[in-house]
Nanobody, 127 residues
């Protein structure tokens, strides 16, 4: 069982930055894929970024086209933490951001590939 807790959301002006954190429990967390998804009011939850385990100590990051070049996902396995650095924020980035963990390690862009979800943290970008 893995528990996930997000933090770091808030209100920021367009062009600003935020760093979201996802704290995870679980001794084998380093082998899990972790993804960030977001859900705006009235919209489906959508993929933002993921970091997948390739075996050993290597990982692969993937990003939605809408955030590529602006967001960076990273992880610190010693602390059981995953981060989402968000730069050049736009009003359309406003949403509740959820982190998710997948035991298979391969992750991906589909919600069904993730077994555990956090409650989310609100990000609001004003114009």
């Amino acid at each position: 069982q893995v528990q996930l807790v997000e933090s770091g959301g808030g209100l920021v002006q367009a062009g600003g930055s935020l760093r979201l954190s996802c704290a995870a429990s679980g001794r084998t967390f380093r082998t899990y894929a972790v993804g960030w998804f977001r859900q705006a009011p009235g919209k489906e939850r959508e993929f933002v970024a993921a970091i997948s385990w390739n075996g050993g100590i290597t990982y692969t990051a993937d990003y939605a086209d809408s955030v590529k070049g602006r967001f960076t996902i990273s992880r610190d396995n010693a602390k059981n933490m995953v981060y989402l650095q968000m730069n050049s924020l736009k009003p359309e980035d406003t949403a509740v951001y959820h982190c998710a963990a997948g035991a298979s390690g391969s992750g991906g862009r589909e919600r069904r590939r993730y077994d555990y979800w956090g409650q989310g943290t609100q990000v609001t970008v004003s114009s």
